[in-house]
């Protein structure tokens, strides 16, 4: 089970992390997504981090760089999920999520990815 | 991370299965979708095994039971992904997923539900 799967729903995908995040598998995502994203010619990436109880540097970090990727390959990239502890940890450690849009849940974020509010 | 998320979709329930069960987690996952099935008014749920390598009879079991709760709250249930391995190790094992639906994947469970196709 070292794969995070990504499902795709129509041209978005979806990704949700629910196990602790380490260099290969954040490295395997990244790789997985990517190609995703290309085979197929998804417009839109949903990040859900609901599950996650903290995000330190390294998980911020790696989904800031997940959307760049997505960025250059045309895709758009919203956080789904965020816990309030989360969003709090997040501000009080200084860690903005650089080039990511958020939205409460799945639902929002898919209405973001659409009517192509996320910020490219 | 002692929960796996359940993400709502319009009046469709989405669990990505992505970690090692025990009988707790199963338990709470169990807890958790049956009171979101009540919450969210759903009318269908969707478990996404595409992750799962393996599927023992514990993980056969706790699909089927989930799917007979989900059922008496008059909500579909439809497992998608199933990995190709997977299938021949359930007819091997003689496992079957009693009262469940399948699907390639998320796009054609969906459609599934929303067209009423699956067992109740």
Redesign the interface.
């Known amino acids: ?1 070292e ?3 990504i ?4 041209r978005l995908l ?1 990704v ?1 992390i ?3 995040m380490h260099d290969r598998l954040a490295m395997t995502l990244q790789d997985d997504l990517t190609t995703r994203i290309v085979t197929d010619r998804a417009t839109g990436v949903l990040i ?1 981090i ?4 903290i995000v330190d540097s390294f998980i911020g970090r790696m989904i800031s760089n997940t959307a760049a990727m997505a960025k250059i390959l045309d895709a758009r990239t919203v956080v789904v ?1 965020m816990q309030p502890a989360v969003a709090i940890t997040l501000v009080e450690l200084g860690l903005t999520l650089e080039g990511v849009s958020t939205a409460l ?3 929002l974020g ?1 209405k973001m990815l659409e009517r192509g509010g996320a910020c490219a």
């Open positions: 089970m794969r995070i799967p499902l795709r729903m129509g979806l949700t629910q196990v602790d859900d609901s599950a996650l109880d999920g849940n799945v639902e898919i």
